[in-house]
């Protein structure tokens, strides 16, 4: 990763942001009702090497986990983002990225 990188929130976006997305992505997250990524197969486990180093564990090989990065549903959020539950994600106020964008307002179905 590149170092001094933010959410939009303006806090940091490392190692232990990366590696938490992608254990709830490739494992999903019961308790708020996230479900396990269907882009992202035989997903094991994230582990932090340093602030800007994350390695991947899988159970068996994975050649679709690349591609299945750079799908819109594997964009990165903030941790305040991943502690919400699924419910709280329809919001799109709620959801804070990568990047100098937020959504400062949203009427369904009509404009964001």
Do not use: C
């Amino acid at each position: 990763l590149r170092p001094g990188v933010t959410f939009s929130d303006g806090t940091p976006l490392d190692a232990n942001a990366v590696a938490k997305n992608f254990d709830t992505y490739g494992l999903g997250n019961k308790e708020k009702r996230l479900p396990v990524s269907e882009v992202i197969n035989n997903y094991q486990r994230s582990e932090v090497v340093d602030p800007l180093t994350v390695k991947f564990h899988f159970t068996r090989s994975s050649p679709g986990f690349l591609q299945g990065t750079a799908t819109i549903g594997s964009g990165l959020i903030s941790l305040s983002t991943l502690n919400r539950s699924y419910d709280e994600l329809g919001d799109a106020r709620h959801i804070i990225g990568s990047g100098p964008f937020v959504v400062s307002g949203e009427t369904l179905g009509r404009e964001v």
